[in-house]
């Protein structure tokens, strides 16, 4: 994310957590400033990394449950099962994700609105024929990373 565009986010936080009664503590700044920063969702590990260790782990575990308790983190599992934290859609915006299945780095991508309005009337069509009303929808590309691809 772009600096101005995690300043942004940053401020966001700031008031959803001051409406919800909870402070912005230093730790919690750490982590959504990290998750902004970051190119994907990142694992525990990822960001007790990203952190250079400034947090412990049991309050790096604490801050990121009180954050997806507020809505502020996303929480998912990728394909080997674990957990994976991003700041939610509503602060940086609908994306997708590229999952490499060798390396296990995932990374955000985002699609034109050309294209996403073309998947959005596939999901729609999809959904409608099982009588279903889609409100969203959540893809993950499976394959081989640029990286992996050249080892
Ligand atoms: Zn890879
Ligand atoms: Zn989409």
């Known amino acids: 994310?772009?600096?101005?565009?995690?300043?942004?986010?940053?401020?966001?936080?700031?008031?959803?957590?001051?409406?919800?009664?909870?402070?912005?503590?230093?730790?919690r700044r750490l982590v959504v400033r990290a998750l902004a920063d970051a190119p994907g969702p990142l694992t525990t590990?990822?960001?007790?990394?990203a952190l250079r260790s400034r947090l412990?782990?049991?309050?790096?575990?604490r801050t990121l449950t009180v954050l997806a308790a507020a809505r502020v983190l996303a929480r998912e599992h990728?394909?080997?099962?674990v957990a994976r934290y991003e700041l939610a859609e509503w602060l940086t915006g609908h994306h997708h994700h590229l999952v490499c299945l060798v390396c296990g780095e995932v990374r955000d991508v985002s699609i034109d609105p050309q294209t996403e309005g073309t998947i959005a009337a596939l999901v729609e069509r999809i959904a409608g024929g099982a009588g279903?009303?889609?409100?969203?929808?959540?893809?993950d590309i499976e394959g081989k990373c640029a990286a992996c691809r050249r080892r």
Not at 15 to 27: Q, V
Not at 78 to 81: A, E, I, L, S
């Open 78 to 81: 990728d394909g080997g099962g």
């Open 1 to 27: 994310m772009k600096t101005a565009q995690a300043d942004r986010a940053e401020q966001a936080v700031a008031e959803l957590l001051a409406d919800e009664g909870l402070r912005f503590t230093p730790a």
């Open 132 to 139: 279903f009303e889609a409100t969203g929808h959540r893809i």
């Open 45 to 49: 590990g990822d960001l007790h990394t």
């Open 56 to 61: 412990p782990l049991s309050s790096l575990y």
